[in-house]
């Protein structure tokens, strides 16, 4: 304990020792860049050392090591397949940015290295999450033996290797980037804006990750449920049923590797887009660089960094530790980091921009404070200790259909709180950031907001990653035979972890939100950027002038060359509401699409499972074991095959949508889309959590406990609530932060194509 | 026969002479509202007539008699009670009128009136069309003894007197309120206005009758079902359960007293609507007067009267016809409606406007095929004659939970269609009216392109509500132990109207996006002129300048005078934003809270149903008559008390943001709630639609038959899909077009405190 107090100390120091360096107040440009690297490499270095602590441990008897090392080959058969469908995906866009970026001149020449490296490192944070937790699953199981804290310290140290591992590539992606670009004597202001491609590189491989895992984990459990325990009578989670193992993989791919993926994705999409939010909010006022703007955001994600490492220096319980003194000791971390980085960053932005600009530390508080507020939320309506829950488990006591509406009621009615937090966030964050004098700096405050809720990703990532892991142990637990307490130990972990899981939640919606909204003005800022590039110093032409009437307006000197161009995205213009309706509908569609293809996957599996019974009688009687991985790349393929749909609507639509009606149409879809999309995302996540633990309710005793028939009826509203969860509801996340990133993107060749259509027209 | 033709070709001839009276292509104002009153006659005199024509019908032996007899009380005691708790709402809020216009100034003293008149104009028809079903239940499974095609006759007659009454009320409304305006001499651009409130009126009365009578609905079935058929062991529809009768009242005063009320609602707010942007389009178009741009509507609607009466004549088949001769038989009478009123307005629009605004039709026309397009959308994704609703069915096999899902993805795939469709509509309309040139008219024409979609609604009214009348005639021909074969009949007629109700919700969803659309703009126009009439011709107050800074643009004259107010709403303006979000989110508060009552409702109606098998032992007996009407009063007491929390959210809401944001975020609200609205709307109306058709299929043999496994599958889809479709999914469509007119209405009100709460922070 006492050395890791020095070691904190001595991190600690870092940003004092060079605020102190500087006499305060004074408006400068200094270069903190190199302070990135600083935090990254603090990130992976502690989730080192914390997998070495990890593999240390006894990973118990032969026989947990074994269903563990079967878990662990299923995970890596489905990472297998994944990068073979989605390698195609992004080879196919790596070579259509090639060319229009080499070839055609409409994009910058590094947008397609930054996609691949966007996708890559988001791919590995998922995999190296994965990885440690497929590890430390029996190692919980085993560890539970001994105490509830010592579970504990082993399922939180993988979540916390998944935490660290996803801020420290975050960052050493942006560093790396940044010292490549500003290699190739680019201005530091306009490095953000190629930095965009790798958050688009991110976003694609996190929606594959979140969606492709969705699909995988609910196909396997429905399954193995239809054929393992109905048609065939054998009992969950026994190893004569070749989709026990999937259903176990699923833990991990989908939780695991998918939401590491999804909150890479998070946390670099709003460091970038602050950042170049930064570029452009800093023209204009005097006493302020591109430079420093754009260091806020990576220093605050910096210090979030060091916050976030000791912040799990006091999750620490006595051996002997209740699960409620766990909860306590969980949450200590998260608020002392939460002190930390307040207090830290406060100082940082006093040394970056003077005590003029405070009122931005002001905004990224806000975030702070909203993901809270939300996550609280998020707890109060889907956890049993509190009214709606426990309302919603007795209404199973007239049948499903009563509980199904309950729980799409409960889903709706919870989306207000949320919503309400974001907007005054959003107009706090304005607000102080000084937006009513300059509307760019507010619209920067708005992004650092979501920033600063992300900040303490490092922690609170791993109170929810740690979660499946328990999870996972308790599968092995059972499977294993090992005590029964061992069993109750995990399922208090378990339990602990859907709790903190839920403030986890809370993060990630509130962010993608705010990310969205800052994005928004991105694209509006790209898009004046572009048609100035593309049609040089000479006028705009006419026909363009004409069919965007009243939306762009164009002042020139007085010898015709362009002097301005500005937009005024008029809400009562047809064109604006069009995508603004498109928009809206978006995400109904995807989610759509997304919960048809659990089904599809769904009866692959079964087909497989039959297959294997029907091929081999030896499997039903234990004499053979079943062939787990073709059963786990069954399903995968099923996943993998089902995530393109959804996913290409995603890229293609916002594309569609510029070619035919033109970018500003885009940007009313974009935010038509974030409305829809942050809403149904709410409703989704928070019917499916209030389903499960109504179900975890009654199983603990209530109406009758488990088997009884309002048991019967929360099972199908946790049936239902499974793809509203864990596949559809987090996907939103990432699709709106996407379908903006490629607006972005492919800015210059909507306007272009759109060009040429109106040319036609006009 | 022979009558009927010479009878319709008289009226046909009205517009005909009126056109050739004059010289076509001459630009001139003529006043044609007396036009409406023919509308408004024929309609009601029509009405009029196949009342006396269903009355003289054979109401059959003295069971079909009584049970009908119960079913009207039951319909009345509903009706009285509704009136009693809306009348309080409705004193209110005129009181609130008279203070706000003749106390403080704040609105035109006309207002507390129009309010009055439009609520009950809108409850009138409701009650009318109300008391012909409750009357044509019981002939109409006489009829029906004979043959399909009388069953049919009374049935649809049924229908068409409601859909008379409330073209025929809603022109009446229109003509005396144009009478009364221009007898105190209002300029004929300021009356448009006025009337809005009288939309409001009709909305409120709407939503209450639609929302209360859907809870009161499916309290009633689902009361009827657990205590009668689950806990006591009686059958379905049989007269010991004291619900029986509320059940079969539900039909009545939901399906039919609530959309009449809606309908009427829907056509009054697109046809006023409409009028209110002519009066403001035809400034500065050299050549247009208000007056002009004011007829169309009102002429459309009144043609379109003519054109549905001569199409009921088509609706004609023999004695022996099949189901699939009457489907033809009353889609001919509705093609052939749509194609008169294509020609007469044709005819009407070149008379008013000349050939130089014909595109003016073209936007009518684009509504009017719009229409067609969502009606067979939603015959596609609900009807099991098609791919999706069968597969849906299939899906019943692996139990509830996959049925739900299914449906649910099936509900919001189904959105896609009707919201491109309505997009392209508007730009269509914008585009044919002169919207590039002349934004005013363009938003005019999305106006008359609503009024287009509901033109016929005299005749697509008909063919919608005559299914409940079918329904009603199938439960008192099964209590009355008819022969089996008249059961078989309605039934037959019953799925028939199903059928062509797809095409009536078609209509009615896509005329309600199109008419808040439309209002949007009028919303718009309001806060300019409110904001000009408050503060006079001196300047706008400095601190609103500040605060709405880059929304309002006021120029000048060099005296320091107003010379204009122009809005900009800024998409990319967090304030702008912020009323998006919180608009996106009402609908969803407003359906959850709306199935949450229907459970509470159907609750209190377990208890009654309880009590009264408790307190008489008699009624299982069948000694002792059940106490029908108090069950009918208690389940409308929980209805009605469950109606209100719902209802005071979309009237309270926009005006809550607007005193705190200012109208302009009001006016994103109104955008948000339309987007969100809209699709849900289509999603909850298809979700149900299939659900209830996919338990019909498999009802018809599928997968075993009534009684099998899947059969309770899809009998849980039914019964989430109840308040899906019957309760929240219609009421959306009037809570959106409410919430608009509420803002309207209030603009001035909010300004003024909206102004008092800037100055102290200004």
Not at 148 to 162: H, Q, W
Not at 295 to 320: C, E, Y
Not at 422 to 442: E, Q
Not at 712 to 731: C, I, N, Q, R, Y
Request: hydrophobic share 50%.
């Amino acid at each position: 304990m006492m050395r890791r107090i020095i070691l904190s100390a001595g991190l600690l120091l870092v940003p004092l020792i060079t605020v102190s360096a500087q006499t305060a107040g004074e408006v400068r440009t200094v270069d903190m860049m190199w302070f990135t690297w600083v935090g990254s490499i603090a990130a992976l270095v502690f989730a080192f050392i914390l997998v070495i602590v990890i593999l240390r441990k006894d990973a118990g008897n032969d026989r947990t090591k074994e269903i563990s090392k079967h878990v662990q080959s299923g995970a890596y058969a489905y990472i297998r397949q994944q990068y073979k469908i989605v390698g195609v995906f992004f080879v196919f866009l790596f070579v259509l940015f090639l060319v229009l970026s080499f070839g055609l001149n409409l994009m910058s020449r590094f947008v397609p290295f930054a996609f691949i490296t966007g996708g890559m490192f988001s791919a590995l944070a998922g995999f190296i999450g994965m990885s440690i937790a497929t590890r430390a699953n029996a190692r919980t199981a085993w560890g539970a033996r001994e105490s509830l804290n010592s579970g504990l310290r082993i399922a939180f140290s993988s979540g916390t290797v998944m935490g660290m591992v996803v801020v420290g590539l975050a960052l050493l992606d942006l560093s790396i980037w940044w010292a490549i670009l500003s290699a190739f004597h680019l201005p530091p202001r306009e490095i953000p804006g190629i930095m965009i491609t790798f958050g688009m590189g991110a976003s694609t491989m996190a929606l594959f990750a979140r969606l492709g895992g969705g699909i995988f984990t609910k196909a396997a459990d429905v399954g193995a449920d239809l054929v393992g325990k109905v048609e065939s009578g054998i009992p969950e989670d026994d190893p004569r049923n070749p989709a026990t193992i999937a259903d176990n993989v699923g833990d991990n791919v989908g939780d695991v590797a998918g939401m590491g993926a999804d909150l890479y994705e998070s946390y670099a999409d709003a460091i970038i887009a602050t950042m170049a939010l930064g570029s452009a909010a800093a023209l204009g006022i005097s006493g302020l660089s591109p430079l420093q703007l754009i260091q806020i955001p990576i220093t605050i994600a910096t210090v979030g960094v060091i916050s976030s490492i000791l912040g799990t220096f006091f999750v620490r319980a006595k051996a002997d530790a209740t699960q409620r003194v766990l909860l306590r000791a969980l949450r200590s971390g998260v608020y002392l980091s939460t002190l930390f980085i307040a207090v830290l960053s406060f100082l940082m932005i006093y040394f970056i921009l003077g005590s003029q600009y405070m009122g931005i530390w002001g905004a990224m508080i806000a975030g702070l404070v909203a993901g809270n507020i939300i996550g609280y939320s998020t707890e109060y309506y889907t956890s049993d200790n509190y009214k709606p829950t426990k309302s919603l488990s007795s209404e199973s006591l007239t049948g499903p259909a009563t509980i199904i509406i309950g729980g799409i009621s409960l889903g709706m009615l919870s989306t207000l709180i949320p919503v309400v937090t974001v907007v005054i966030a959003t107009l706090v964050a304005f607000f102080l950031s000084g937006g009513f004098a300059h509307p760019a700096l507010g619209i920067y405050g708005v992004g650092l907001s979501a920033v600063g809720m992300l900040s303490t990703l490092g922690i609170t990532l791993a109170t929810d990653a740690y979660g499946p892991v328990a999870d996972n142990a308790g599968g092995i637990a059972e499977m294993a035979k090992l005590d029964p307490e061992v069993r109750h130990r995990t399922d208090a972990l378990d339990s602990l972890g859907n709790t903190t899981a839920a403030t986890g939640k809370g993060f990630a919606i509130g962010s993608a939100a705010l990310t969205a909204l800052a994005l928004l003005s991105t694209y509006g800022d790209k898009v004046i950027e572009s048609i100035k590039n593309l049609f040089g110093s000479s006028t705009v032409p006419s026909h363009i002038e004409r069919f965007y009437q009243g939306i762009i307006n164009v002042t020139r000197t007085a010898s015709g060359t362009i002097e301005n161009v500005s937009l005024s995205i008029n809400l009562l213009d047809p064109r604006i509401l069009t995508g603004l309706f498109i928009g809206g509908v978006l995400p109904f569609v995807f989610v759509a699409l997304s919960m048809r293809a659990v089904g599809r996957a769904a009866g692959d599996m079964v087909k497989e499972v039959r297959r294997q019974f029907q091929a081999d009688e030896g499997i039903l009687k234990g004499t053979s074991t079943p062939d787990y991985a073709r059963c786990v790349a069954i399903s995968t393929r099923g996943a993998q095959r089902e995530m393109i749909l959804p996913s290409i609507l995603a890229v293609v639509a916002p594309i569609i949508v510029g070619i035919i009606f033109g970018p500003f149409t885009v940007l009313a879809l974009l935010a038509g889309s974030l409305v829809t999309g942050f809403v149904l995302a709410v409703m989704m996540a928070n019917s499916g959590g209030a389903w499960d633990n109504a179900k975890k309710f009654i199983e603990n005793g209530a109406y009758g406990g488990k088997g009884s028939a309002p048991h019967k009826a929360a099972v199908v509203g946790d049936t239902v609530g499974d793809p509203f969860k864990d596949t559809s509801g987090p996907s939103l996340n990432i699709l709106i932060k996407l379908m903006s990133m490629v607006s972005i993107v492919f800015v210059g060749v909507v306007i272009v194509l759109n060009n040429s259509i109106t040319q036609l027209f006009g």
